[in-house]
């Protein structure tokens, strides 16, 4: 594979990023899960007044400790990845959050930018510009930087 010479991006860089980047989002999901709303009203509507236990156990809760098995992922991929199997997994996870979440980003953008649900769903003026201006740009930038991530990982002992 032809690597650039005049690329000077530090080794691990990206996976350090996404590391990052998700831990972020676990924060900010443990925040949301011990009672703060800052964001969350804005972007969830109704459950974040309501707070329903499923959606604390599940969306606030569950989805913080999923982001820190992607900062866990990210560090892996920042690292020199072991041979065989292992190695693979990683790459192949890498490329798996890279995908879901340039999926997800793009899905809702497309979503409410062509209103396909029309009033079939409940979105304020102020949840569909939180959602386009904030939420769906995080989702896209974690994508991309977990995708950095897995293109730059190396296996140990290849060459940087």
């Known amino acids: 594979m032809y690597e ?3 690329d000077k991006t530090t080794p691990g860089l990206w996976g350090r990023i996404a590391c990052a980047w998700a831990v972020a989002f676990a924060v900010l999901h443990f925040y949301w899960a ?5 964001g969350l009203s804005v972007s969830a ?3 974040a007044e309501e707070r329903p236990g499923w959606f604390v156990v599940v969306g606030l809760w569950g989805v913080g400790l999923l982001c820190l098995v992607g900062g866990v992922l990210g560090w892996l991929l920042a690292g020199p990845r072991p041979r065989g199997l292992a190695g693979r997994v990683v790459k192949a996870l890498g490329w798996c959050a890279c995908a879901a979440l340039l999926i997800r ?5 497309v979503l409410l930018l062509t209103d396909v649900a029309g009033s079939e769903i409940n979105v304020s003026p102020q949840q569909r510009l939180w959602t386009l201006l904030l939420w769906n740009p995080w989702f896209l930038v974690g994508g991309l930087v977990f995708g950095l991530a897995a ?3 190396r296996t140990h002992g290849e060459p940087e």
Do not use: K
């Open 4 to 6: 650039d010479p005049h």
């Open 34 to 38: 011990l009672g703060g709303s800052w």
């Open 45 to 47: 509507g109704p459950l």
């Open 105 to 109: 980003g793009i899905a809702v953008e």
């Open 151 to 153: 293109r730059r990982s």
